[in-house]
């Protein structure tokens, strides 16, 4: 799948938009099939399940073609990097997921930009959010992070709560000021029991989505998937998938 960053050539700046957005219409249209048929398999509504297109290390430039091809769910895991994008595309009618670990001294511009904050996986940046969140007075939504790879107590490799925290750390999100408690997210673990079980994985998740929907019922949404395993996502029964390289292209490596 090609991909990659445009480069915009002297007076060549108009053909190479468009046949940007050509190669972005047409990953989006495979990437939909995909979707389509695993929600066909899966017997469930292709409605149920929502895109979210990972717009990390590409341009501004590329979300507002995203946004013209009908995008309106977008996710960025750096806040030093979405900070300006969200900024440069704050005319446009999208909602920003922040999905990446997030660092309590970045939470004051995540808080003027997110509509989501999918990585929640420790009480300190609940408060954080919460303190941030009432100050620009918006409302968050949150997703508790879980993190499938982690013992009893602790916090796993790629940032999240191990299982048996979900519960007290979704109590603190309902009780805080400025947040709403929407769900969960994992990503499928590269170690422990469900490293290269992607299915099962998901269905764990699906296990502790129903507990928290026990004692919080409107919290339904359950983010898993990427460009690789969207698929199990959807068997599993996942309602927002985060793609980006299927949508966008490879990326170029992070020096």
């Known amino acids: 799948m090609a991909g990659g960053h445009p480069r915009h050539a002297a007076g060549g700046g108009r053909a190479v938009t468009d046949d940007r957005k050509t190669q972005l219409a047409e990953n989006l249209a ?8 695993a929600c066909a398999r899966a017997g469930r509504p292709r409605d149920e399940v929502t895109l979210i297109v990972v717009t990390k290390t590409y341009p501004a430039s590329d979300v507002r073609l995203l946004a013209e091809l009908g995008v309106r769910q977008v ?3 750096r806040d030093q990097e979405a ?3 969200a900024a440069e595309c704050a005319d446009l009618p999208l909602t920003w997921h922040f999905v990446g670990q997030l ?4 939470v004051r511009s995540v808080a003027g930009y997110a509509g989501i904050v999918q990585s929640v996986d420790r009480v300190r940046l609940v408060t954080a959010l919460s303190k941030e969140a009432a100050r620009a007075g918006r409302e968050l939504g949150c997703l508790i992070q879980v993190a499938l790879d982690a ?21 603190a999100v309902a009780g805080a000021e400025g947040l709403r ?16 079980r992607e299915l099962a994985a998901f269905e764990r998740l699906m296990e502790i989505s129903s507990d928290l929907r ?4 409107a919290a339904t949404m359950v983010s898993a998937g990427m460009s690789a395993d969207l698929e199990e996502a959807v068997a599993a029964g996942a309602t927002h998938v985060r793609v980006g390289t299927a949508v966008l292209g490879v990326r170029p490596r992070l020096r």
């Open 30 to 37: 495979r990437v939909e099939e995909r979707i389509s048929a």
């Open 75 to 77: 996710a960025e895991n």
């Open 83 to 85: 900070a300006p994008k």
């Open 103 to 106: 660092q309590t001294n970045k």
């Open 151 to 171: 013992e009893a107590g602790e916090r796993g490799a790629r940032g999240g709560v191990a299982p048996d925290g979900v519960g007290a750390l979704a109590e």
């Open 181 to 196: 408690l929407d769900g969960v997210m994992t990503v499928a673990p590269l170690a422990g029991p469900y490293a290269g």
């Open 214 to 217: 026990a004692g919080h019922p």
